[in-house]
């Protein structure tokens, strides 16, 4: 049963380009969240997905920033017009979506370096 | 959410058993207390969660006093592999909107020779 998968594992832009990350969750789940960690940080919270819906987008930058969970495929995290200051390692964490203790499971992270 | 302190560093020797203990005093009562380990370059791995008493799995055991204003983790026989960041989290997963997991800055636990 593999795991959180999320590609690609390192991403390199310049500035005013757009990053696109990747999650595919574990199979059985339905939820979705998307994490940002800095350098020395712990992980922020950016956005919480169901399939087709964006249920809790508290975390995220209101600009330039967005994130989708299709039908079919993996969630999507998008950074338009990246800047440095988007330097950091995303992480994607999924869940079963159902159960009163629900335990996310993290994938690698993709590591985002904008030059 | 409930905010959560723990020691940011921690070193101990190969064989010993850890503990980190993690305070949280406005937990709510519908709050569960998380553990995660992460090891650089790597996404956070999830260790054991737990609501009241104590929970044992094959990784670490968990403690939690009546109160429950603070938590324990507890790695028996600790091994140069156990190097890592230790957060606690404490939650309740079981609302839509509140599913976001709040990481302070963790406990560097350094096992030396």
């Known amino acids: 049963n593999a795991g959180v998968m999320q590609n690609p594992r390192h991403l390199v832009r310049r500035r005013g380009q757009e990053a696109r990350l990747r999650c595919s969750p574990m199979?059985?789940?339905?939820?979705v969240y998307w994490y940002r960690q800095l350098p020395e940080e712990g992980l922020k919270f950016m956005v919480y997905?169901?399939?087709?819906?964006?249920?809790?987008e508290s975390g995220m930058p209101k600009e330039r920033f967005s994130a989708e969970f299709p039908k079919e495929g993996p969630s999507i995290l998008r950074i338009q017009q990246v800047v440095r200051g988007d330097s950091a390692a995303y992480f994607c964490?999924?869940?079963?979506?159902?159960?009163?203790?629900?335990?996310?499971?993290f994938g690698p992270g993709t590591r985002l370096l904008v030059l | 959410l409930a905010k959560t302190t723990q020691p940011i560093s921690m070193d101990s020797y190969e064989g010993q058993e850890v503990n980190i203990t993690c305070s949280h005093n406005?937990?709510?009562?519908?709050?569960?207390i998380t553990w995660y380990q992460q090891f650089p370059s790597q996404g956070p791995r999830f260790i054991i969660q737990?609501?009241?008493t104590k929970v044992t799995n094959e990784v670490a055991s968990l403690f939690i006093p009546a109160d429950r204003k603070s938590s324990t983790l507890s790695l028996p026989r600790v091994s140069l592999s156990d190097t890592a960041v230790y957060y606690c989290?404490?939650?309740?997963?079981?609302?839509?909107?509140?599913?976001?997991?709040?990481f302070g800055s963790g406990t560097q636990l350094t096992v030396l020779p």
């Open positions: 737990g609501y009241k």
């Open positions: 997905l169901q399939k087709e819906n964006i249920i809790d």
């Open positions: 199979k059985g789940h339905s939820h």
């Open positions: 406005n937990i709510a009562t519908n709050d569960y």
């Open positions: 989290l404490v939650g309740d997963s079981s609302s839509g909107s509140a599913r976001q997991l709040t």
């Open positions: 964490a999924s869940s079963p979506g159902i159960g009163m203790e629900e335990t996310q499971y």
